[in-house]
Nanobody, 123 residues
Framework: QLQLVESGGGLVQPGGSLRLSCVASGFSWDYFAIGWFRQAPGKEREGVSCIVSNGRYRNYADSVKGRFIISRDNAKNTVVLQMYSLKPEDAAIYYC????????????????WGQGTQVTVSS
């Protein structure tokens, strides 16, 4: 059964860091681009970052450029979103998703979704 599982969320102070992981099972991970999305209360889900299957192209939302880094280890079926200099506006539920199409920050392109992990940024 195809499954994506996120982990690594939690409470962090402004300026702090968190490392989110997305682990996949049940499908040929190597051929899928992986995206990270987030949804804050009362807001629409937005794309944060994505990475192509071989890791050679990465895309970031303007709001996280220079602060977040996406990477993947296909041998471990894992994609990591390293988040630095976190701001209160980064607080949201973070989801990873998989697509066999393009690495874009549009959720309609993604077929498979995880359940999400909560990130809270507060002092």
């Amino acid at each position: 059964q195809l499954q994506l599982v996120e982990s690594g969320g939690g409470l962090v102070q402004p300026g702090g860091s968190l490392r989110l992981s997305c682990v996949a099972s049940g499908f040929s991970w190597d051929y899928f681009a992986i995206g990270w999305f987030r949804q804050a209360p009362g807001k629409e889900r937005e794309g944060v970052s994505c990475i192509v299957s071989n890791g050679r192209y990465r895309n970031y939302a303007d709001s996280v450029k220079g602060r977040f880094i996406i990477s993947r280890d296909n041998a471990k079926n894992t994609v990591v979103l390293q988040m630095y200099s976190l701001k209160p506006e980064d607080a949201a539920i973070y989801y990873c998703a998989a697509t066999n199409r393009r690495c874009v920050l549009q959720e309609d392109e993604y077929t498979y979704w995880g359940q999400g992990t909560q990130v809270t940024v507060s002092s």
